[in-house]
């Protein structure tokens, strides 16, 4: 094939035979967000750019080298949005959320675009699963999102994935930290990488998340955020550990945890897991909302990254269930008899159960064999004897029993009896299956 053009690079395709992996996830996730108060929030896949320049900030690797930034015909500079918590805050502020009092609880489920290369896990536009609270400054918010994102991990049975969490100070304690961190990178300016010898002016906490094997090195023996804190933050810190403790949810204090967005101050976290590095990332930003002009209003959240969730899963062979296709297959043969079948098969569909017939003109013993192939439960076939005596032949595809009906109305009766009948059986061998 001559096809004019492909997909474009780092972004891909979620085919109709492996979606039902994506709706079970999400099906997860907004069930995790509601069981923990959290309403949907959708906002727009593009903003103005300034919101992302403020609110990620312009000295982040996302603001200066990862975003799809382009000029509208009117003259507007638009960004896709590279992350989710710059346009919930931005769309919480603008409707007035706040009005109906706090907290504020909502949770997305969005495509993030950022300009990077492809490699393992990570792609130019790819998915998150965010949580946010506004105006909520207890400890307890600290650690009732963590846990929400721990309980979607706890759902999926997901293992080895470990909660690393740090404080990075807030504007008052922070200064003198980024202060002990230049002067101590300052020593090592000359070995230090091209990235991180501007970060040194600009952003020297950045140095400790740089990946090159030098920069890492010196960065282990850097001055240490938590002997910087200020009392409040210190003292905020070890709520949210008692906190954490007190759901029973484990953890480790990773002092080299600094995230990649500016807008985070206090407690910062990751969970991440040896097979795809960090999937979930957050924490509390409560210096954002005053940022976008709105009035102070302390926040937090995390981002989950769908394709490395995914890619967890099928490291660790956890299996998604695969949803069924099809409850009931009915051919039809001749023109009356088909007209039948159709109106049987809308008649099954009318209570959302799965039927299906023949749309592309298969013999008989092609339809059999698709019927088979699409794991469809039970299937019938009508012909002309059928026709005459209004009645037919329901057959249960797994068992192979077979069950008289009729073609009237009461086929419906007798099929969901049947239906029924299958379900409880398969839950029966489930459940023996569990002892
Ligand atoms: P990384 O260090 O992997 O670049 P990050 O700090 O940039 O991650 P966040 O902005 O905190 O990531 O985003 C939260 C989560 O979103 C990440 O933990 C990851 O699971 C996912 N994620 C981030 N960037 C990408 C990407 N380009 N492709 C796929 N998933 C991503
Ligand atoms: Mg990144």
């Known amino acids: 094939m001559d096809l004019i053009t492909k997909r474009v690079y780092g972004a891909e395709d979620i085919l109709p035979a492996d979606v039902y992996k994506w709706q079970f996830l999400e099906d997860i996730m907004r069930s995790q967000a509601k069981a923990y108060g959290f309403k949907e929030i959708r906002t727009p896949v593009f903003e103005h750019t300034e919101l992302f320049n403020r609110s990620v900030g312009d000295t982040t690797d996302i603001v200066q080298k990862e975003m799809y930034t382009f000029t509208t015909k009117g003259g507007d500079s638009l960004s896709l949005k590279p992350e989710g918590t710059a ?11 706040y009005n109906d009092g706090y907290p504020i609880k909502a949770y997305y489920l969005t495509a993030c675009y950022r300009y990077e290369k492809k490699n393992y896990g990570r792609q130019r536009e790819f998915h998150q699963f965010g949580m946010e609270v506004y105006g909520a400054a207890s400890a307890y918010a600290d650690a009732e999102v963590m846990c929400a994102a721990h ?15 740090n404080s990075i100070g807030c504007k008052e304690c ?6 002990a961190l230049r002067e101590y990178f300052g020593s090592h300016e000359s070995e230090l990488c091209d ?27 850097a001055p240490k955020v938590l002997d910087f804190l200020c009392e409040e933050c210190h003292d905020h810190f070890e709520e949210v550990k008692g906190c954490l403790n007190a759901a029973r949810i484990k953890y480790q204090v990773n002092p080299s945890i600094v995230r990649g967005l500016d807008y985070y101050t ?18 509390r930003y409560d210096g954002l909302i005053e940022e976008l002009g709105g009035q ?17 899963l099928n490291k660790q062979n956890i299996a998604i269930p695969e949803p069924p296709v099809c409850d009931l297959f009915v051919i039809g043969l001749g023109e009356k008899a088909k007209q039948k079948a159709f109106s049987l098969i809308e008649g099954v569909r009318s209570a959302s159960l799965i039927a299906e017939g023949d749309i592309v003109g298969r ?5 059999m064999k698709y019927a088979n192939k699409i794991h469809a439960r039970f299937s019938m076939v009508i012909g002309d004897s ?4 209004n009645c037919a032949v329901l057959k249960n595809m797994t068992t192979k029993e077979e069950t008289k009906v009729p073609l009237d109305d009461g086929f419906f009766n007798a099929f969901f009896a049947a239906y029924v009948d299958d379900s409880n059986s398969d839950l029966i061998n489930r459940l023996n299956k569990m002892k």
Do not use: W
């Not at 952003?203 to 023996?221: E, G, Q, T």
């Not at 407690?267 to 999937?279: H, K, L, N, R």
């Open 174 to 179: 922070r200064p003198k930290y980024t202060a």
């Open 195 to 221: 990235t991180c010898r501007s970060r040194l002016t600009r952003n020297p906490m950045r140095i400790l998340d740089c990946k090159s094997p030098v920069c890492s090195k010196i960065a282990a023996d």
């Open 87 to 97: 346009g919930a805050a931005r769309a919480m502020l603008e409707h007035g959320l």
């Open 296 to 312: 102070h209003t302390p926040s937090l959240g995390f981002g989950m990254g769908m394709e490395r969730l995914l890619l967890l």
């Open 266 to 283: 206090r407690t910062v976290f990751e969970f991440v897991a040896p097979e795809v590095g960090t999937v979930c990332g957050g924490g």
């Open 151 to 165: 309980s979607v991990f706890d759902r999926l049975d997901v293992q080895n994935i470990s909660l690393e969490i």
């Open 363 to 367: 013999t008989l013993k092609a339809q």
């Open 386 to 389: 059928e026709m005459e005596e």
